[in-house]
């Protein structure tokens, strides 16, 4: 069975970067948008976020929970030494879904929709922002559980080259996510086109940003280069995530979002097998050269097995409302056209 819970863990994990992911980057979005067009910006913002906002963090919810019944350890650890990023990118949650509720649903129209505003922009780079940092930093191997200072126990473990490199990578990818998404929104050819504009150079930032994570761990001695290019899993994962992108450049001018859709989650969920495979299921490296594995960290068997059939059976009520929510938001958007 706790091949069952890592399993769902994994999953909760890419949908909420993919979905999330892609929520976080709308408010992106929405920052790099000029004045003429944000109302119309924040318009197709509502119609796409607004039946799943709330759903998304789900995932993150069912992350957490599996890491702290499932694998204990690994919870206590990463709770321990990265609770600064962590609650952070928690505050960041919490403000972003504040402020896109009272902007949206204010009765009252005056000076503090600019506040709303600005809180719903910030807070929705920081926490993408965060995110990336506290996955960086399971890998950058600075977590010093013997750390007998402050700094060293709470801030350097997330506060380097290579994890903040991370979070730069993830805020520009949920940026990504965002704007290809956003093109099937579109209800007219010119915010069409804007969206595509944006697509491409989100796309171009995130290599950058990428660029940028490979030199970092290059010098904070963050085996990256190996995991992927010297690994046959990686390799292919990242072979596959190039070619989509090829092909998605040459889709993105036409008229087919699900595709385009397809395509960019593809090409994340190929990143995210690249980065990981190598080194699973050994998710935390620690300062000292060890390690922490998911499959030695595991709860009692009786937890995990209560743990696994609970996942499973809460799946077969929670997968079919989900499709039940966008199928039923989708059908009033139709009716209202």
């Not at 910030?122 to 402050?150: E, H, K, R, Y």
């Not at 980065?275 to 922490?292: E, K, N, R």
Request: glycine residues 6%; positive net charge; contains cysteine.
């Amino acid at each position: 069975m706790s091949t069952v819970v890592t399993l769902y863990l994994g999953l909760s994990v890419l949908l909420y970067f993919l979905l999330g992911g892609a929520d976080f980057g709308a408010g992106i979005i929405e920052m790099f948008t000029s004045k003429k067009n944000v109302t119309r910006t924040r318009k197709t913002l509502y119609q796409a976020i607004g039946p799943i906002w709330e759903a998304n963090h789900m995932w993150l919810i069912i992350a957490i929970v599996i890491l702290f019944v499932g694998f204990p350890s690994v919870y206590s650890l990463l709770s321990t030494h990265l609770h600064i990023p962590l609650v952070i990118m928690l505050m960041g949650v919490t403000a972003r879904g504040t402020a896109f509720v009272f902007r949206h649903y204010d009765a009252v129209h005056d000076g503090m929709q600019k506040v709303y505003n600005r809180i719903f922009v910030i807070s929705s780079v920081v926490t993408p922002l965060f995110l990336g940092i506290l996955a960086g930093s399971t890998v950058a191997g600075q977590i010093d559980p013997n750390a007998s200072d402050f700094m060293h126990a709470y801030i350097y473990p997330w506060l380097n080259l290579f994890s903040l490199s991370t979070g730069l990578f993830t805020v520009a990818l949920c940026g990504f996510l965002a704007a290809v998404y956003l093109i099937g929104e579109a209800d007219n050819e010119h915010d069409r086109r804007r969206f595509v504009t944006k697509a491409k150079v989100s796309n171009l930032v995130a290599i950058g940003f990428g660029l940028l994570v490979f030199a970092s761990a290059y010098v904070e001695n963050v085996p990256l280069f190996n995991w992927i290019f010297r690994n046959p899993v990686g390799l292919a994962a990242v072979m596959l995530a190039s070619a989509s992108l090829i092909v998605l450049w040459q889709w993105i001018n036409r008229k087919r979002p699900a595709v385009l859709r397809v395509l960019v989650a593809f090409q994340v969920t190929m990143i995210l097998l690249a980065i990981t495979y190598a080194h699973f299921p050994q998710v935390v490296l620690l300062a000292d050269g060890q390690s922490i594995s998911l499959n030695a960290s595991t709860a009692p068997d009786k937890t995990m097995q209560a743990l696994g059939w609970a996942l499973i059976l809460g799946s077969l009520f929670i997968l079919p409302a989900l499709y039940y929510l966008f199928y039923s938001f989708q059908k009033s958007e139709d009716y209202a056209h």
